[in-house]
């Protein structure tokens, strides 16, 4: 018998989902196409109502860490800034920074100056400059700059990251009703990203039974869909990271 080594889940999900895998450009920002059609062949802002929702990421806040607006925010990946309007709404200082100037350039003029065309991998901001980073850019970078990305969300945040990018082992319905692997470079278990986030510094920050089942708890009630998101309760460790506070 020869060796037959079983895929794994990236290896089955890419070959489940290659219709959905363009042929990326090397480095540089995802295509303009992108948003476009970003979901259900409709542009960003036409799902944007439907697909963001920033109680849900200002609740998960609350309970991981403890903190209530306000506080500054940073969204990695922030696209046109219409996510800073909606932070606003429950009084979070948010900032964005965006690395495709085609939707960037659709910025409203009253988030111009908090939504910068830049990169992540290296911003203009200060150290510890936000108390929290919403991240969701890192899969559409390609792997080798993933460790420079990581160290520059590390540099500039004060408490802690929700990372929210796609990951290969999302139900298989989300993934394929979303079409969420259109422009990724990077495909990635959520464990893969959270090594990745520990590597570079970054502490699990869900450790405590109860504040998982607290964490689950908010995903099921505002998952509106039919499908969950996240396969199981165990996977929602993996997208929040503190930054150990020295001293
Ligand atoms: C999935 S979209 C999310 C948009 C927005 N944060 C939201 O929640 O609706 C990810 C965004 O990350 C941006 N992005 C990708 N690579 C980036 C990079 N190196 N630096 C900054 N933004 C980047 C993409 O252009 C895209 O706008």
Known sequence: MGDVKTPSITEMRKRKFAHQ???????GAVADSFFEKYSYNQSYEDVFQDAFNGNYLVDLIEAVWGAQPPY????????????????????VEAWGIENNAHIHSKTPEKWRERNLLGDVCKMPFEDEAFDFLYVTCLPHLSEEIIGQAIKELFRVCRVGVLLQGVTT???EEVIED????????TFWTCSEWSDAMVCAGFKLAVSDPVLLDEVWRIEQ????????WYPNKETMRYHFFSKPQIG
């Open 72 to 91: 500054r925010l940073l969204d990695c990946g922030s696209a046109n800034g219409l996510t800073l309007e909606q932070f606003d709404k429950l009084g």
């Open 221 to 228: 009630e505002t998952d509106e869909d039919d499908w969950n």
């Open 178 to 185: 979303y079409e969420l692997f259109k422009g990724l470079r």
């Open 169 to 171: 082992d999302m139900t």
């Open 21 to 27: 895998i363009e042929v990326a450009n090397e480095g």
